[in-house]
């Protein structure tokens, strides 16, 4: 038999939900994936048995006080422990292919360093592509890097367009589940606390993602994400609201053909889709079962009960620097609201306002987005306490 040569894997953000996922697909696969780097911001009792299990070549805590533990859980193993930004960048070269898995603007540097090293990307890690969609794309095409969409509407986009000529595509249908308050009243969402809103219906995720999607912010950002991915404007990108998570997405063609992706809603399905690309393979994954499920259901989305869609809609016309103050803002303003210090419709509000009282140029660099990135921090974190005040 012939040798066969392994996928080798970084995962960038790898004590995560989607880092955790492609960790349970690496391990049910050892004969196809092998694991370069793994990266973690604090869990380090995570990170080191991960490290350990899968015998990855090198583990980057972000938090630097967190290394001398990290040292002593590796030690023996022949796993190399590192932390800062530089190492960040460094477990994502390390590998030919990348996994994405950050959660925020955090995730910019290292995935712009496997962009800029010619990676294969897996990104889930949409922040980075709201902020820094331009600029990223375009160090993609002078590298020759690939980037593969993981968010789940994004791969199904991506699977629906394989073998089809980009001039054909008259418009993309992103669906949203719609959220856990999909038929709540607007004034009955003032008092809904971070319990409830990271309850969502279908997906189990990290606490931002499923406050986003209470928000609808997260669609909103999947607009962007999708406008930079498959390069179509604004308003030949629509979003529909499909409560039962099973059509993903879907691409509409000139000739009125529409071809839509479907499967339980499980992040190991898109996953293992770029994992495995252009292959496929093998999930666990429950199996679509329309005939139990029986009915699939579409509503169009409220922009008066979820203004999320219409800001997000409204920076990505804009341009230039209003993406990256969304992005800072929405983050900030999550964050605040995890932490009890806001209201849930205090959360838009304040990205909003954000985007109202800065005026910023398009960011010419990854610098100049980190620097707007911060501006927005500061100034979303100020509103905040004239609320509180
Ligand atoms: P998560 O909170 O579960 O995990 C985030 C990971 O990033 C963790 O490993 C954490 O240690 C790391 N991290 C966080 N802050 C960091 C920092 N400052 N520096 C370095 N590392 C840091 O999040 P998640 O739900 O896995 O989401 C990850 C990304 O994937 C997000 O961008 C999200 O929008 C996207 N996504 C997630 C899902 C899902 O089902 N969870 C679906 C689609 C897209
Ligand atoms: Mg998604």
Redesign the pocket.
Same mark, same amino acid.
Request: charged share 15%.
């Given at each position: 038999r012939l040798a066969v040569t392994r996928k080798k894997i970084s995962i960038?953000?790898? &004590?995560?939900?989607?880092?955790?996922?492609t960790l349970d697909l690496i391990d049910r696969n050892p004969e196809r994936f092998e694991v370069g780097a793994l &990266?973690?911001?604090?869990?380090v009792a995570k990170l080191a048995d991960a490290a350990v299990r899968t015998r990855a070549r090198l583990a980057v805590i972000?938090d630097p006080g967190l290394l001398p533990e990290l040292e002593e859980r590796l030690s023996g193993s022949g796993c190399r422990a590192a932390t800062g930004r530089e190492a960040?960048c460094q477990a994502a070269a390390e590998a030919d292919f990348v996994m994405a898995?950050?959660?925020?603007c955090?995730?910019l540097e290292p995935v712009m360093a496997a962009i800029s090293s010619g990676r294969t990307v897996a990104l889930?890690?949409?922040?980075a592509l709201v902020t820094a969609g331009e600029l990223m794309t375009k160090a993609a095409r002078r590298s020759n890097a690939r980037i593969l969409p993981?968010?789940?509407e994004h791969n199904a986009i991506f699977q629906c367009l394989a073998g089809n000529r980009e001039e054909d595509v008259a418009r993309l249908v992103l669906t949203a589940s719609g959220g856990p308050f999909r038929s709540w009243a607007r004034s009955d969402m003032g008092g809904i606390t971070p319990e409830q809103a990271v309850a969502h219906p279908n997906? &189990?995720?990290?606490?931002?993602?499923s406050v986003?999607s209470a928000t609808m912010m997260?669609k909103g950002?999947e607009l962007i994400e999708a406008h930079h991915l498959f390069r179509l404007p604004e308003n030949r990108i629509d979003i529909l609201v499909h409560p039962q998570s099973v059509i993903h997405s879907m691409v509409e063609y000139v000739d009125g053909s529409v071809l839509a992706q479907l499967g339980s809603p499980d992040?190991r399905i898109p996953i293992a889709s770029a994992l495995a690309w252009p292959e496929r393979m093998t999930t666990p994954s429950e199996r679509l079962d329309l005939q139990k499920i029986g009915q699939l259901t579409f509503e169009a989305p409220d922009v008066t009960r979820f203004p999320a869609l219409r800001v997000a809609r409204d920076a990505l016309k804009a341009g230039g620097a209003a993406p990256v103050i969304l992005n800072a803002a929405n983050e900030e303003a999550v964050a605040a609201f995890l932490g009890r210090r806001i209201g849930f419709l205090d959360i838009v509000a304040t990205v909003e306002e954000a985007l109202a009282r800065m005026g910023v140029g398009a960011p010419q660099s990854i610098a100049e987005v980190i620097d707007i990135d911060r501006q927005a921090r500061a100034m979303a974190n100020r509103l905040m306490s004239e609320l509180a005040a």
């Open positions: 960038l953000g790898a &004590t995560g939900s989607v880092g955790g996922s &990266t973690a911001a604090r869990n972000a960040l898995a950050i959660v925020g955090a995730g889930a890690n949409k922040e993981v968010d789940s997906w &189990t995720m990290g606490a931002k993602i986003d997260n950002l992040m």
